[in-house]
Nanobody, 127 residues
Framework: QVRLVESGGGLVQAGGSLRLSCAASGRTVTSNAMGWFRQAPGKEREFVATINWSGSRTIEADSVKGRFTISRDNAKNTVYLQMNRVKPEDTAVYYC????????????????????WGQGTQVTVSS
């Protein structure tokens, strides 16, 4: 069983930066694609970014492309989301998730692919 714990959320001013972390425990996720998703109040959960098992392939949503960067440190069993030039519309609960199929070269953007989820961390961007 995989346990994912997000951290690093908080209140930040528009234009600022924040780095989210997602630490895995229970078993290693070094062979799994990992994703970040977010859910704003009153909205559906949406894809933010994903990274394949080796870190060689990433995909970002158009809404965050050029501002957010996903990365991973397999030695630490941790995935990161660097958020730069944040906007009020980035306000949401951010979740990390792990795909259960190992060694995918191309990660997926659909949340239906992800079997393990963290509890989420709140990010609030003030204008």
């Amino acid at each position: 069983q995989v346990r994912l714990v997000e951290s690093g959320g908080g209140l930040v001013q528009a234009g600022g930066s924040l780095r989210l972390s997602c630490a895995a425990s229970g078993r290693t996720v070094t062979s799994n694609a990992m994703g970040w998703f977010r859910q704003a109040p009153g909205k559906e959960r949406e894809f933010v970014a994903t990274i394949n098992w080796s870190g060689s392939r990433t995909i970002e949503a158009d809404s965050v492309k050029g501002r957010f960067t996903i990365s991973r440190d397999n030695a630490k069993n941790t995935v990161y989301l660097q958020m730069n030039r944040v906007k009020p519309e980035d306000t949401a609960v951010y979740y990390c998730a792990a795909d259960s199929d190992p060694y995918l070269m191309r990660p997926y953007t659909s949340e239906n692919r992800y079997n393990y989820w963290g509890q989420g961390t709140q990010v609030t961007v003030s204008s």
